[in-house]
């Protein structure tokens, strides 16, 4: 059973650049998903919303509904994704997790110069 789950579970490096062109193409849709946004409230205001209440109701019940969804996002969300990321980024190639590790085997030579050099001062 481990064998199964290791498997289909597996993920694939396939570099950075794949990545990098989603990751562009979703910054680049927040502007037209944005425009398609104010292009719907002011469809859905004259089409229904404009026989019950007037039109500084309605963006106010708007605003109200956006920093709701904003609240729950940066309490709950946003936390649970940056955690997601977070252990996507030290788990595949990291440049400063490499670094570090490069930083780490030479630790030890370095701590017995130190301690060489106190004993000197000491001494």
């Given amino acids: 059973m481990p064998n ?3 498997k289909l579970f ?3 490096d396939l570099g950075p650049y794949v990545g990098g062109v989603k ?3 979703q910054r680049s849709l927040f502007y037209v ?3 398609n946004f104010v292009l719907t409230v002011g469809i859905s205001y004259s089409v229904f919303v404009n026989q019950w209440f007037g039109i500084g109701v ?5 605003a109200f509904a956006i920093l709701v969804m904003m609240l729950v996002e940066y309490k709950f969300i946003l936390p649970s994704t940056w955690g997601f990321v977070n252990r996507q980024t030290y788990k595949h190639y990291n ?3 490499t670094e570090l ?3 780490e085997k030479n630790m030890d030579k370095r701590l017995e110069a130190i301690e060489k050099r ?3 001062i000491e001494g």
């Fill in 101 to 103: 590790e490069k930083f």
């Fill in 10 to 12: 597996r993920q694939y």
């Fill in 95 to 97: 440049p400063l997790l």
């Fill in 23 to 25: 990751d562009l193409a």
């Fill in 4 to 6: 199964l789950k290791s």
């Fill in 118 to 120: 106190l004993e000197n």
């Fill in 33 to 35: 998903t944005a425009i």
């Fill in 58 to 62: 309605f963006l106010g019940l708007l």
